[in-house]
């Protein structure tokens, strides 16, 4: 008993509470972004970054030029020729043409929805919505904005456009979605419908016929 009891005592507490440790100075305090009128960042050319680099680095034709479209954070640990190779942090697409849609505009950065259509060789690749960021630079007393990121976006339907378009990437300032639906799904049970009503008329057109006939030949043979 008294061998349990020593071990109730002496084993009672195996926890070691550890308290994370302070780093000096002052705290890191994250401020909230403060919103900005987007009017100053496009006439300032956001959304013409956008599209030239979605043109170019998205659809890897003369990716070089897209160096300079990109923020040193995005391409860092890449030289101008290595980014050139197309081996680079951006996922690609065979775009033909191209929407835009501002999400956020901020003092310290644009988030613009890029909603992406595939060129006729690749008609059975769906289309596909991405997240891009902007961040700006100084620029004399304007501001030159860059291209910080490009990530798919969370959206899983598929934004309408035509396809096949010979204009190019474009460069409009909002998108509009649909489900991912096919339009000729939509038609299977309005099909159904308009079949089920003609086998209907079809049913009662032989069943007046057939009590029609009916009556004649009764009258034919009565007294």
Do not use: C
């Not at 939509?186 to 009662?204: C, N, Q, R, T």
């Amino acid at each position: 008993m008294g061998g349990v009891t020593f071990a109730m005592v002496h084993w009672s507490n195996t926890s070691h509470v550890r308290y994370p440790e302070t780093r000096p100075g002052k705290p890191t305090v994250v401020k909230n972004p403060v919103h900005a009128d987007f009017r100053v960042a496009r006439k300032e050319g956001a959304l013409q970054v956008a599209a030239e680099f979605v043109n170019t680095a998205v659809r890897r034709h003369h990716v070089e030029a897209s160096y300079n479209l990109a923020t040193p954070s995005f391409k860092q640990g890449y030289t101008r020729h290595g980014w050139a190779t197309q081996d680079i942090p951006v996922q690609p697409y065979p775009l033909e043409s191209a929407r835009y849609k501002v999400m956020g505009s901020f003092t310290d950065q644009v988030w613009v929805q890029v909603a992406l259509y595939p060129d006729r060789k690749h008609k059975r690749v769906p289309a596909a919505v991405f997240d891009l960021t902007l961040k700006p630079f100084a620029n004399g007393h304007a501001h030159r904005w860059l291209v910080d990121s490009w990530t798919p976006a969370g959206y899983t339907g598929v934004p309408t456009g035509i396809l096949g378009s010979d204009r190019g990437p474009l460069a409009a300032s909002n998108i509009e979605y649909k489900s991912s639906l096919s339009r000729a799904w939509l038609l299977i049970p309005i099909s159904g419908f308009i079949v089920g009503i003609g086998l209907l008329i079809a049913l009662a057109v032989r069943g007046w016929w057939r009590g029609n006939r009916a009556v004649k030949n009764y009258r034919s043979h009565s007294l």
